[in-house]
């Protein structure tokens, strides 16, 4: 049995759902942070509050960062540090332009210069330890190759690949074969990330690559927030458990956002998002119905719905 990490998704896996999904559901071996950055100068204060060690207490959580440069490594290493955590998690994976087109996340893997130097800032910093989620390349699936030589020799607790470039986003087919090869040259504990959504394909890729270390996660888990739980527990649940607990954590997730949400507009947007990647599990009708409700009053009829 492999352990879960919870993937980072902007907008869905905030410090109140990995709370709230860690408390209710569980299953997960590490949640990671929506990705902290420098704007104008500083963190956000949204993302200040995320990371905040209060509002994480008893979740086994990392802050995850995302950078153009040695400085901004810099700058947010020591910040996050700060606040008392041990561990980081690098984004060299993440495929949006507006950050990728910058020179972060995935656009990081066309520059072997800053890798080398973001290895020497890893290096110089014994009493941290990191970690690195990254994809194939930025526009070749071949980059990679340069880019492992590099993370090879940095003390790193593992690496998380997607097998995809960035210029791919979540379009078009995972490349096995990259990954395969990937797995075969890694001296790193390896965890898989991509298109994982059924329990078939997690025992599938335990079987198929026995080294793993792990799998990662995002968007299944919140299609199916029970999927963790289920393999780690050896059985598929019944569409009335799925339904059951798609209820209880956002009846959960409604009581806490409202704390800390102005307003009914806001609040209904926020409750909204969660059931993006749900249509496979709530139907088509239902589905789009919540996402067309509008308001929070046709918002919580239209959960009434749910069965």
Not at 10 to 30: A, F, K, M, S
Not at 271 to 280: A, D, F, I, N, V
Not at 291 to 296: A, D, I, Q
Request: glycine share 8%; proline share 5%.
């Amino acid at each position: 049995m492999l352990p879960i990490h919870f993937a980072p998704l902007q907008g869905h896996t905030d410090d109140v759902y990995r709370r709230t999904h860690y408390q209710l559901i569980g299953g997960i071996e590490r949640y990671y942070t929506p990705f902290v950055r420098v704007e104008a100068g500083d963190i956000r204060s949204k993302d200040r509050r995320d990371i905040d060690p209060k509002n994480n207490i008893g979740v086994p959580v990392t802050p995850q960062v995302i950078f153009k440069n040695a400085k901004e490594l810099l700058f947010l290493v020591e910040e996050v540090e700060a606040l008392g955590y041990q561990s980081i998690d690098l984004n060299m994976g993440c495929p949006f332009p507006l950050q990728a087109k910058h020179g972060r996340g995935s656009g990081l893997l066309a520059h072997l210069d800053i890798v080398a130097e973001v290895a020497n800032i890893i290096k110089a910093r014994p009493q941290l330890v990191f970690s690195v989620k990254m994809r194939l390349g930025w526009e070749n699936a071949e980059e990679w190759m340069a880019i492992l030589d590099i993370l090879n020799d940095t003390p790193l607790t593992h690496i998380a690949l997607h097998p995809r470039t960035g210029v791919q986003q979540y379009k078009g087919s995972i490349d096995e074969g990259a990954f395969a090869q990937f797995y075969e040259n890694c001296r790193h504990p390896l965890l898989y990330n991509g298109d994982l959504t059924t329990l078939e394909q997690l025992h599938e890729m335990e079987e198929r690559y026995p080294r793993l270390a792990g799998l990662m996660i995002g968007r299944g888990l919140l299609a199916r927030p029970s999927l963790a739980r289920e393999y780690t527990e050896g059985g598929e649940w019944s569409h009335e458990e799925h339904i059951r607990t798609l209820r209880i954590l956002h009846t959960k997730l409604m009581e806490e956002y409202a704390r800390i949400v102005k307003g009914d507009a806001q609040l209904h947007s926020k409750l909204r998002s969660y059931w993006e990647y749900t249509e496979p599990l709530i139907g088509h009708k239902l589905y789009k119905k919540i996402m067309k409700s509008g308001n929070l009053r046709n918002y919580l009829s239209a959960i009434e719905e749910l069965q």
